[in-house]
């Protein structure tokens, strides 16, 4: 089975900011005195100066930290990440489970397997759980959601950016919200065409599972006929080698096709997708709400 991590599973606890006592904001505020402040650093227009200073040092870091915590990075990036990876591990794992019977129906002869289909794509989703995160992860971050969403003019930020819904596009959970649509859109796109690689008749995986599907062939008691001539160029091939080489080439174009529908599969189990980033693409794998919810957890 797939390795899932749903988002009902993910857990990430906001930080609380501790507010200070107030009663006696009067009284600590008479306590500060500019001057006697300056007065304590030279008491001339020099400790003036160094105040100053010492005021532009702490704004600037004060600014990098707020612009730290309010784009999407670290825990927010390797959460959003796999709470993708969990949420389509589902409809993935369906469109393996069909893909698998297929395989077994069109070339198992009297689909004679004992084992649970699935497992004849065991080294499929062995490569896939290898490289989702890392896969997944650039698509999104950096592939799409990066940056700055301030005015590069006025350096300031449009209404509802960072947060909770901005319209442009940049590395804030803000901008993800707004673009919802697109972020699952990519995800969808990520785990299709990851599926496609690792199915392509030139990767391991891919050669791995043609070899236990020729293994459960060559193990099941019934044959299936196949054509009785096949020629190589010239030479007219008989016996076990024209069998072998016929069986061999039909399992490969079996698999091909099956393969090939993959991404149609899993468009269909997710409600089907269009060619534009508006409207509701995928519907039965969108979990608007609480994965908008999810994403505004973090700063």
């Not at 004849?120 to 950096?142: G, W």
């Not at 006929?225 to 016929?246: E, V, W």
Request: charged fraction near 20%; include cysteine.
């Amino acid at each position: 089975m797939l390795k899932r991590s749903s988002l009902k599973n993910a857990t990430h606890t906001p930080s609380t900011l501790e507010l200070p006592d107030t009663k006696d904001d009067k009284n600590q505020a008479s306590k500060f005195d500019l001057f006697a402040t300056a007065r304590y650093f030279g008491g001339t227009y020099s400790g003036l100066l160094l105040m100053y200073r010492i005021f532009c040092i702490l704004a600037v870091a004060l600014s990098s930290q707020l612009l730290q915590v309010s784009a999407c990075e670290g825990e927010c990036i390797s959460g959003l990440t796999n709470a993708l990876l969990g949420n389509f591990s589902r409809p993935l794992n369906i469109a393996l489970e069909k893909m698998a019977g297929t395989i077994v129906t069109r070339l198992i002869p009297n689909s004679e397997y004992a084992r649970d289909p699935i497992s004849l794509l065991s080294p499929i989703i062995s490569s896939y759980n290898k490289r989702a995160y890392d896969t997944m992860e650039q698509a999104v971050f950096p592939g799409y959601f990066h940056g700055k969403c301030q005015d590069p003019t006025t350096g300031i930020d449009p209404p509802g950016c960072p947060n909770p819904d901005c319209p442009v596009r940049c590395g804030t959970p803000g901008s993800i919200v707004h673009f919802y649509g697109k972020f699952i859109k990519i995800a969808f796109a990520t785990t299709a065409e990851l599926i496609g690689e690792i199915t392509e008749p030139d990767a391991s995986s891919y050669k791995l599972v043609e070899k236990s599907v020729k293994d459960a062939i060559s193990n099941s008691k019934a044959r299936r006929s196949y054509p009785p001539f096949i020629f190589r160029g010239s030479k007219l091939l008989s016996g076990n080698q024209r069998r072998l080489s016929t069986r061999n080439d039909h399992v490969k174009d079996e698999l091909n096709d099956i393969f090939g529908q993959a991404k149609s599969i899993l468009a269909d189990i997710c409600g089907g997708v269009s060619a534009s980033d508006h409207g509701k693409d995928l519907p039965n794998c969108r979990w608007e709400q609480r994965f908008k919810q999810y994403i505004l957890s973090f700063p």
